[in-house]
């Protein structure tokens, strides 16, 4: 693919269509949706936020190519926020095919809204960044803010269960179950998903310098 501002266009129209038209599925349709969490409920899941960074980023970036079409790049900052919230969406599409899929099923985890959440968002950032966007400068440095969503919703996830103690279902607040052997080994989960979302970071960063 070479890269164009019509194809970054095209991308970032999608994400951000695709986010909307995704929460819409699981407001007005929960019944499709085979996950516990939908709707506002929903909010408190890094899936549904991450897939909403991404949409926000899609349409700032819609904006931007569509005003500067004479550009040959995206600005530094707006490029470093591609890279995160593609990050941060790849991390779900990874946690969910490599760990929940095989646990719970990838029907339920491909249901309803989570279709796009879980699988077409996620394969779209990494894409978009990838082949589509025009980045006059990544240095590896920035692969490091990819960490920064994962580091944030840990650090609240975390310090609402020191908090508020762990609960119990349905009205748990460790609604992943990162506490079931423990708050130490929480951390290390967590600590091992922050890693996961700099190494994507780091690939998409690689795939992207050798396209031309």
Not at 5 to 34: E, H, K
Not at 57 to 62: M, R
Not at 81 to 97: G, R, W
Not at 159 to 179: L, R, S
Request: glycine share 8%; aromatic share 16%.
């Amino acid at each position: 693919m070479k890269r164009s501002n019509t194809a970054a266009i095209t991308f970032n129209a999608a994400i951000f269509g695709m986010t909307v038209f995704g929460y819409l599925i699981s407001v007005f349709f929960p019944q499709q949706n085979r996950l516990p969490a939908t709707g506002a409920l929903g909010l408190r899941y890094f899936t549904t936020l991450s897939n909403f960074f991404a949409g926000a980023v899609a349409l700032i970036t819609l904006i931007y190519l569509i005003r500067h079409r004479e550009k040959t790049g995206l600005p530094v900052a707006l490029a470093r926020l591609k890279l995160i919230s593609a990050s941060s969406v790849m991390v779900t599409f990874f946690v969910v095919v490599a760990f929940l899929g095989p646990v719970y099923g990838f029907e339920k985890l491909y249901a309803g809204s989570n279709f796009f959440f879980h699988l077409v968002i996620p394969l779209a950032a990494m894409a978009d960044y990838c082949f589509a966007e025009k980045v006059e400068n990544n240095p590896f440095r920035d692969t490091a803010f990819a960490t920064i969503p994962v580091l944030l919703y840990g650090a609240g996830y975390l310090t609402n269960i020191a908090i508020n103690g762990v609960g119990v279902w349905p009205d748990t607040n460790d609604w992943y179950g990162f506490t079931t052997w423990g708050m130490p080994m929480a951390f290390v989960i967590f600590g091992g998903i922050t890693f996961i979302s700099w190494i994507m970071a780091v690939i998409m960063r690689g795939i992207h310098r050798i396209i031309p």
